[in-house]
T-cell receptor, first 111, second 112 residues
Framework: DQQVKQNSPSLSVQEGRISILNCDYTNSMFDYFLWYKKYPAEGPTFLISISSIKDKNEDGRFTVFLNKSAKHLSLHIVPSQPGDSAVYFCAATGNAGKSTFGDGTTLTVKP | ETGVTQTPRHLVMGMTNKKSLKCEQHLGHNAMYWYKQSAKKPLELMFVYNFKEQTENNSVPSRFSPECPNSSHLFLHLHTLQPEDSALYLC???????????FGDGTRLSIL
């Protein structure tokens, strides 16, 4: 059973608009959540994280929201830029730092 | 430059071959990881090493044998692999297990 799910395989937005990527998890023991970004032929790159004691963390154009009761987190990118086009993975961490990843969402930002 | 270097980038091997994947990190991190990414599947954690000690083996078949001689180097020794083992193998490191991970660019492995 997949413990971390990204139900939207792809998302397309216009440049300058907001991109919202979603992630759901099932294990209430997860207490640290991360978003990674991946370009083709490269490894994932860390983007932003949030601890379970917070409900929001912001870094420039990127904001992650955590709703523990719903076991849901989201990544907001505003304004979206063409260079943001990539695959975005959410990851949930618990149990001595073991990370579980979602399937990824491919974001396309159109000029 | 990622700080985490994986070699080779591509590897084709037969089912009876023995080969090794290498990972090196120049970030001074203490934790290192092996992940497998198969087509249309999420990244699967295989092994975790912290201060050279294996702390996680995620039910990986014994035909995959990790080795961590020091905190900067991680190997994955491969022998008698199966066609379903064809995948992208990613190495990562972090300062500590709970910290964000830095990934290499992966080794694309094909089993004939």
């Amino acid at each position: 059973d997949q413990q971390v799910k990204q139900n939207s395989p792809s998302l397309s937005v216009q440049e300058g608009r907001i991109s919202i990527l979603n992630c759901d998890y099932t294990n209430s023991m997860f207490d640290y959540f991360l978003w990674y970004k991946k370009y083709p032929a490269e490894g994932p790159t860390f983007l932003i994280s949030i601890s379970s004691i917070k409900d929001k963390n912001e870094d420039g154009r990127f904001t992650v929201f955590l709703n523990k009761s719903a076991k849901h987190l989201s990544l907001h990118i505003v304004p979206s830029q063409p260079g943001d086009s990539a695959v975005y993975f959410c990851a949930a961490t618990g149990n001595a730092g073991k990370s579980t990843f979602g399937d990824g969402t491919t974001l396309t930002v159109k000029p | 430059e990622t700080g985490v270097t994986q070699t080779p980038r591509h590897l084709v091997m037969g089912m009876t071959n023995k080969k090794s994947l290498k990972c090196e990190q120049h970030l001074g991190h203490n934790a290192m990881y092996w992940y497998k990414q198969s087509a249309k599947k999420p990244l699967e954690l295989m092994f975790v090493y912290n201060f050279k000690e294996q702390t996680e083996n995620n039910s990986v078949p014994s035909r995959f044998s990790p080795e961590c001689p020091n905190s900067s180097h991680l190997f994955l020794h491969l022998h008698t692999l199966q066609p379903e083992d064809s995948a992208l193998y990613l190495c990562a490191s972090s300062q500590e297990p709970y910290q964000p991970q830095h990934f290499g660019d992966g080794t694309r492995l094909s089993i004939l």
